[in-house]
């Protein structure tokens, strides 16, 4: 049984662009301009179409219910299966799979944390977009903020639960003006860098690709026994934030498929092949989250402790400390870079054997602890000094 689609406002919903580029995917090429905002599209064994360059038409929903019977015909499919591959043509579409279900529903709890999972799942990716880090405070970064407020939820699936994120709409790739004047040349185009400079949205999709990827890997090394597994995948967008986003997808379900469809309108060279994760993920990727964490600057922190070690280069004013005190109530050297003002007065401390307070943002660098942007709060005479590593 066909089903023809009627409604005006659900036929305007489909681009120009995505009209094109699944014309072209079908095998139609496009020919001569036809009037003004139209293009004539031909192919071999397939009826001639007119498809509108503008939505700007008192009859484009009309031309759309056109379009789409066409097209249903030539690829022998219901109209309702080619619009919802029309409606999403010019949006990456990110398809959450978890494992089967008797009748193709949910608890309402399990779909809410679905749905709040792959909400933190495409955050994660956005804000890594600015600075690869290995936690991110939601709503800190404006540019993910504004990537997400244009991300849409799409379509649940039924059989195994399917829900669909779609990604803000994915300009089309302007083509250079040789490969538009001298289309023969098109194929010494190098296709390598075909999204280097891709647009903003569909570089946080590719990045939520790699680093799905990377979360695999590292999850199955980590299995292996690498106690490292996670130690260099914060530059490919791996992060306390989306490990735990996983966990919270995973959930009660055995298997979770996280697939991504290009939009139509930009085609991508890499793959759809979903990443696949399951129950026995979820504790290595909470410890991962755990470590990530624990490795993250924590920002406003104050630290007490004694001064060991001083040292400043002749031609610098500024100079570096080693400050005994208390990290998670271990007793932990912390470096930090004083200002000449600051550093004056660590000498001072240093010279009088008293307990000093530094103020400034803790991050683990290797087997260190250092305390970025310190500032030196207030110095303790020696006989007023409070235990050391009271924090």
């Not at 009826?47 to 249903?72: C, K, M, N, Q, W």
């Not at 936690?135 to 990537?147: D, F």
């Not at 199955?220 to 735990?244: I, M, P, Q, T, Y």
Request: proline residues 5%.
């Amino acid at each position: 049984m066909q089903a023809t689609i009627h409604d005006r406002e659900a036929l305007k919903a489909v681009s120009p662009a995505a009209l094109a580029a699944y014309a072209r995917s079908a095998g139609w090429q496009r020919g001569e301009t036809y009037r003004v905002h139209s293009h004539v599209y031909a192919g071999h064994d397939r009826p001639e179409i007119i498809v509108p360059r503008t939505d700007h038409l008192g009859d484009y929903a009309t031309v759309v219910s056109r379009l789409i019977e066409v097209f249903a015909q030539v690829a022998d499919q219901d109209e309702l299966t080619i619009y919802r591959s029309l409606v999403t043509g010019d949006r990456d579409v990110v398809r959450i799979r978890v494992a089967d279900s008797d009748d193709g529903s949910l608890g309402l709890n399990e779909g809410v944390d679905l749905v709040s999972g792959a909400r933190d799942l495409i955050r994660s990716a956005a804000c890594s977009l600015s600075k690869t880090q290995p936690v991110y405070r939601a709503g800190a970064i404006q540019e993910a903020r504004e990537l997400l407020e244009q991300v849409r939820l799409g379509q649940t699936h039924q059989g195994s639960f399917v829900i669909t994120v779609l990604t803000p709409v994915v300009p089309p790739l302007v083509q250079p003006l040789q490969q538009e004047l001298f289309p023969e040349l098109s194929d010494d185009i190098p296709r390598g860098d075909e999204d280097r400079d891709a647009p903003i949205q569909r570089k946080m999709t590719r990045r939520l690709v790699e680093a799905l990827k990377a979360a695999r890997e590292s999850t199955e090394r980590a299995a292996a026994g690498e106690s490292d597994a996670f130690s260099r995948v914060v530059e490919k967008g791996v992060s306390a934030n989306l490990c735990e986003a996983l966990t919270c997808l995973i959930g009660p379900f055995s298997t979770l498929d996280i697939g991504v469809s290009w939009a139509q309108t930009r085609p991508s060279p890499l793959s759809e092949a979903p990443v696949q994760f399951g129950r026995t993920d979820s504790p290595i990727l909470q410890e991962a989250a755990r470590w990530f964490r624990h490795r993250a600057p924590q920002e406003g922190i104050r630290l007490h402790g004694f001064i060991q070690l001083l040292k400043r280069s002749e031609t610098q004013d500024d100079g570096t400390i080693h400050l005994t005190t208390h990290v998670d109530e271990q007793p932990q050297a912390v470096r930090a870079v004083l200002s000449q003002s600051d550093y004056d007065r660590a000498v001072q401390a240093h010279k009088d054997k008293a307990m000093v307070t530094l103020k400034g943002d803790l991050e683990r660098k290797g087997q260190r602890w250092w305390l970025l942007n310190p500032q030196v709060e207030g110095v303790l005479p020696n006989e007023d000094a409070v235990p050391e590593g009271e924090q």
